[in-house]
């Protein structure tokens, strides 16, 4: 199972930042681990993902703004956009090769 966390509400210009806590298995056992999100009236958006080695791929759109960093001492992996505008509103999926999916998590980018 995988759970997503963070703030509900963060300003613009902030950082958005968001955690994965996986329960099903390990984060570094041989699965690709994805941030995924939907805005309003949006279909699905890949944000990008961190493989079970370490490394990262980013959506070319977001890759400025985006990092994705795992701690595997708590079984996690989280997600950092910097300089957020109300664009980036939606609800935040974490997945595990794009199969298993966490619930999501609402996050509204307003003053």
């Known amino acids: 199972q995988l759970q997503e966390s963070g703030p509900g509400l963060v300003k613009p210009s902030q950082t958005l930042s968001l955690a994965c806590t996986v329960s099903?298995?390990?984060?570094?056992?041989?699965?690709?681990w994805h941030w995924i999100r939907q805005s309003p009236g949006k279909g699905l958006e890949w944000i990008g993902y961190?493989?079970?080695?370490?490394?990262?791929i980013y959506s070319p759109s977001l890759r400025s703004r985006t990092s994705i960093s795992r701690d595997t001492s708590k079984n996690q992996f989280t997600l950092q956009l910097s300089s957020v505008t109300p664009e980036d509103t939606g609800v935040y999926y974490c997945?595990?090769?794009?199969?298993?999916w966490g619930q999501g998590t609402q996050v509204t980018v307003s003053s």
């Open positions: 099903s298995r390990s984060i570094t056992t041989n699965s690709y």
């Open positions: 961190i493989y079970y080695s370490g490394s990262t």
């Open positions: 997945a595990r090769d794009r199969v298993d």
